[in-house]
């Protein structure tokens, strides 16, 4: 598939945004904040890659940038066949661990989409838990759910069992048409702020819902 003008300027924006929250996490890195989560997995068929990102806009702000990034490529060099997603968002507290949000999506097979929706975050003991459902505005607007969530129980002192799944459905608000959806596990072990193991993409397209698997081993860590 062939990159148009648009798509360009919109990955530069996207990649703007991720640097310059970066840059704003580490100025506030004197108050607790999560870290940066960045996964790579080679796979039978493709290479896939996931970026993470959740910081205050400022120190001790109210404001959090989140952005999730997730590239994957065809192992032959088809190059049609290679897909960006990145959704960055603006959030704002208004209940508990639920927070109103707003942003922008930019992906290889529509372009730029704009969004909100709200997004809810917890972390309890060796749990992980971030949904974030909302509705994508553009010539079609589409809603869209997705789910993040990790275990991690230790096995020892110094060994952890690290488990995620991590979904996503998209369909569209005038006909609920499916077009977009996805559902990628892993399983392995975490040393330190090293994870790695098996994994396994399940990728489905389309209204007919066409599958594509993607198996192989990851490696993943996390940023302060």
Known sequence: MKCNKSNT???????????????????????????TPVEMMQGHKKFYSLLVVNRPLELESSWDFFNVTTFSANNHNEVSRNEFFSTSLISYPVYHNVRVASGVNLNSVVGLNYF????????????LIV????????????????????????ISKRLKLYTRIHALYNAGLA???????????????????????????????????????????FIRTELP
Do not use: C
Request: zero cysteines; glycine letters at 10%.
């Open 9 to 35: 300027h919109g990955i530069r924006f996207a990649l703007v945004l991720m640097l310059v929250a970066y840059m704003m996490g580490v100025k506030a890195q004197s108050i607790s904040v999560p870290p």
């Open 131 to 154: 949904l974030v459902p909302g509705i994508y505005f553009k010539d079609k607007s589409s809603f869209e759910a997705l789910a993040l969530m990790e275990f991690t129980p230790p």
């Open 116 to 127: 909100s929706g709200f997004q809810y975050s917890r972390m309890n003991g060796h749990w």
């Open 175 to 217: 006909d609920w048409h499916h077009n977009r959806s996805y559902n990628y596990l892993r399983l392995g072990l975490t040393v330190g702020s090293i994870s790695f193991g098996v994994g396994l993409n399940a990728d489905w397209y389309g209204p007919f819902r066409l599958l594509e698997k993607n198996y192989g081993i």
